[in-house]
């Protein structure tokens, strides 16, 4: 059997010391854990960021990470934006994003590349549990709750109402959908699975996915609800893509 090619995409921005050390270490905990053969390819494309990112940051990486990409986006565009610069540039037949603290369980994004390369699905999505929005801070804990309720009352085409997990992974079907994704921030999540959704040729899975112990989550701020809340609408308004 043909080795499978895996990309894996980290989008950073303003990260705290030891980043790199972290993910380095997460990776290692993932590649132990898959088939030997896969060949993985890890890219990481910083979101503008203005603090936190060293030269022996990424030197590390370089020569801990077999195989690996830095992109260096100058300008703060958003996660969703900063995702899909590094998305363009992936070459492999699976796509993996995740933050790079990797905030769940190493064994969920193990499960979410099972299913991938068993051609189980051509997007896989990460369903936060009931105890997962304990750890969350009281504003964000609030305004993702009630998206699921929003997603529930206005998008009924949804196949997953969660849909602002930070663990997700496509093939080369659902990258096609990924990359017609226009929101900058937040609900680009959200706008990737409803575009998903409305084509009958994607075959959309979800695993429950847990928050791994000491992930500390930020805060949400006011402005960011309501930036949030205007591309709800404008997502609710669009025809397909």
Same mark, same amino acid.
């Given at each position: 059997?043909?080795?499978i090619d895996l990309n894996l995409v980290h989008p950073i921005y303003n990260p705290h010391p030891g980043w790199a050390e972290e993910l380095v270490h997460y990776y290692t905990l993932f590649k132990e854990a898959i088939p030997a053969e896969t060949i993985v390819h890890m890219f990481v494309v910083n979101d503008g960021s203005k603090t936190g990112i060293r030269s022996e940051d990424i030197d590390l990486l370089k020569t801990s990470v077999s195989g690996f990409t830095y992109i260096d986006s100058p300008v703060n565009q958003g996660k969703g934006g900063a995702l899909r610069d590094a998305v /363009?540039?992936?070459t492999g037949k699976y796509v993996i994003y995740t933050d790079a603290d990797y905030p769940y369980l190493i064994e969920n994004a193990v499960e979410m590349y099972r299913l991938l390369s068993v051609n189980a699905a051509d997007v896989v999505v990460g369903v936060r549990d009931e105890? =997962? =929005?304990?750890?969350?801070p009281l504003g964000r804990k609030i305004f993702s709750l009630s998206l699921k309720v929003m997603n529930y009352? !206005? !998008?009924?085409q949804l196949k997953v109402k969660d849909t602002q997990s930070g663990l997700k992974g496509f093939n080369q079907k659902g990258k096609e959908v990924f990359l017609k994704t226009r929101i900058p921030a937040f609900l680009f999540d959200?706008? !990737?699975l409803v575009l998903a959704s409305r084509r009958t040729d994607i /075959?959309?899975?979800?695993?429950y996915v847990k928050a791994r112990e000491g992930i500390v989550f930020s805060t949400m701020r006011a402005q960011t609800i309501l930036t949030e809340l205007a591309n709800f609408a404008s997502i609710l308004f669009s025809g397909n893509r």
């Amino acid at each position: 059997m043909a080795p499978i090619d895996l990309n894996l995409v980290h989008p950073i921005y303003n990260p705290h010391p030891g980043w790199a050390e972290e993910l380095v270490h997460y990776y290692t905990l993932f590649k132990e854990a898959i088939p030997a053969e896969t060949i993985v390819h890890m890219f990481v494309v910083n979101d503008g960021s203005k603090t936190g990112i060293r030269s022996e940051d990424i030197d590390l990486l370089k020569t801990s990470v077999s195989g690996f990409t830095y992109i260096d986006s100058p300008v703060n565009q958003g996660k969703g934006g900063a995702l899909r610069d590094a998305v /363009r540039l992936t070459t492999g037949k699976y796509v993996i994003y995740t933050d790079a603290d990797y905030p769940y369980l190493i064994e969920n994004a193990v499960e979410m590349y099972r299913l991938l390369s068993v051609n189980a699905a051509d997007v896989v999505v990460g369903v936060r549990d009931e105890h =997962y =929005y304990d750890q969350l801070p009281l504003g964000r804990k609030i305004f993702s709750l009630s998206l699921k309720v929003m997603n529930y009352l !206005f !998008f009924p085409q949804l196949k997953v109402k969660d849909t602002q997990s930070g663990l997700k992974g496509f093939n080369q079907k659902g990258k096609e959908v990924f990359l017609k994704t226009r929101i900058p921030a937040f609900l680009f999540d959200m706008e !990737f699975l409803v575009l998903a959704s409305r084509r009958t040729d994607i /075959r959309i899975q979800w695993i429950y996915v847990k928050a791994r112990e000491g992930i500390v989550f930020s805060t949400m701020r006011a402005q960011t609800i309501l930036t949030e809340l205007a591309n709800f609408a404008s997502i609710l308004f669009s025809g397909n893509r």
